[in-house]
């Protein structure tokens, strides 16, 4: 009875590792414009918060070479009463600065980890500039879903993620803004 045990747990464990094979990320998958359709951090505590309100509006660019750029903003930023953005109240500065966040550098996939790290060159959150994140697929067809340990809320944060492709590589689509 145990060796049969054996055996099968032994049958188990050798299916799962060639089913998780097959499950690999590629590059050119990844490759192209993406539009944020949710995202959201989780605490420690279980906590979740829509930093960019449930309806996000932003874009991930990933091209081939290897650069990416990435903005990200909420839907209901105040416009600067002045018109002059040099002349932003305390208090649209403060609500334009905690709802966006955009970075740009280069990336790498891990196709056999099912991640990909953006090292950031430069960042409207100066903290991010010269740092490695490390975002870890979930799914990646017409959506591209990804979790990032590495935020802008503090220790223990997590990003949830979920964009929708808008387009492959070597296609060329027409970006709506808004809804």
């Not at 209901?76 to 018109?83: A, E, N």
């Not at 500065?93 to 090292?119: M, N, P, Q």
């Amino acid at each position: 009875m145990i060796k049969i045990l054996i055996g099968l747990f032994i049958l188990f464990a050798s299916v799962e590792a060639a089913c998780s094979g097959e499950k690999k990320i590629k590059k050119e998958d990844l490759v192209g414009v993406w539009s944020y359709v949710e995202t959201y951090l989780r605490f420690p505590d279980g906590r979740r918060f829509d930093q960019f309100t449930e309806n996000p509006v932003g874009i991930f660019i990933l091209n081939a070479d290897g650069f990416y750029a990435h903005i990200l903003l909420r839907p209901d930023l105040p416009k600067i009463r002045s018109g002059i953005m040099m002349r932003a109240t305390p208090e649209e500065a403060r609500l334009i600065a905690v709802g966006s966040l955009s970075h740009y550098g280069t990336y790498k996939v891990d196709e056999e980890k099912g991640t990909f790290t953006v090292t950031i060159d430069h960042s409207d959150f100066p903290n991010f500039d010269g740092i490695q994140q490390t975002r870890t697929i979930s799914r990646l067809d017409d959506e591209l879903h990804y979790i990032n340990d590495v935020t802008n809320a503090g220790p223990g944060a997590v990003v949830h993620a979920k964009l929708r492709r808008l387009s492959n590589a070597g296609q060329q689509t027409k970006i709506q803004a808004g809804p």
